[in-house]
């Protein structure tokens, strides 16, 4: 039988660390390094590290707290997609589903499905299947694009204003 839940999730405006709630209680939290594409996530169930390497072809590691490999998260960067691949083999396609970033995906093209809206901080999750790894791993693709943007837009008005200056 499949559940249907709905999450709601805050970040700081200035941070990103992220606070996943159910009816009003905490459920996890999604706690990031300030200069490093890395996370801790910390459940009801343990503590998780996603932790990633790579610049040109990037990939995060989902660890749990015996540093077991729990799945492989590789980003699609030119399309904005990525992709968590399970070590049973189970995969999950993960993108964004409207052109303002706002909303995102994450299925595995079967039978589950979760649903990501935001809005100014905070959001809602749609899910159809209660798992935590894959509530905070799309989450923190979420994180890791925003990321890349901001990088982006930062980098294209520094050469702009050097470009500018000389």
Same mark, same amino acid.
């Given at each position: ?21 159910? +009816? ?51 980003? +699609? ?53 209660? +798992? +935590? ?34």
């Amino acid at each position: 039988m499949i559940m249907e839940q709905t999450l709601n999730w805050r970040k700081g405006t200035f941070d990103s660390n992220y606070h996943v709630f159910k +009816d009003g209680l905490l459920r996890f939290s999604l706690n990031f390094s300030s200069w490093k594409n890395s996370a801790i996530a910390t459940t009801q169930n343990g503590i998780y590290l996603l932790k990633s390497t790579g610049f040109s072809n990037p990939e995060t590691t989902l660890f749990n707290n015996k540093n077991e490999v729990l799945a492989k998260i590789s980003y +699609d960067l030119l399309s904005f997609k990525a992709k968590i691949i399970f070590p049973s083999g189970e995969q999950f396609d993960w993108s964004f589903q409207n052109s303002w970033l706002s909303r995102w995906s994450l299925n595995n093209k079967n039978d589950k499905q979760i649903l990501f809206n935001a809005s100014s901080g905070s959001g809602i999750v749609h899910s159809n299947v209660d +798992d +935590d790894l894959l509530v905070f791993c799309g989450l923190f693709i979420r994180e890791y694009y925003a990321r890349i943007l901001f990088l982006f837009i930062l980098m294209v008005f520094f050469l702009s204003f050097f470009r500018s200056v000389f």
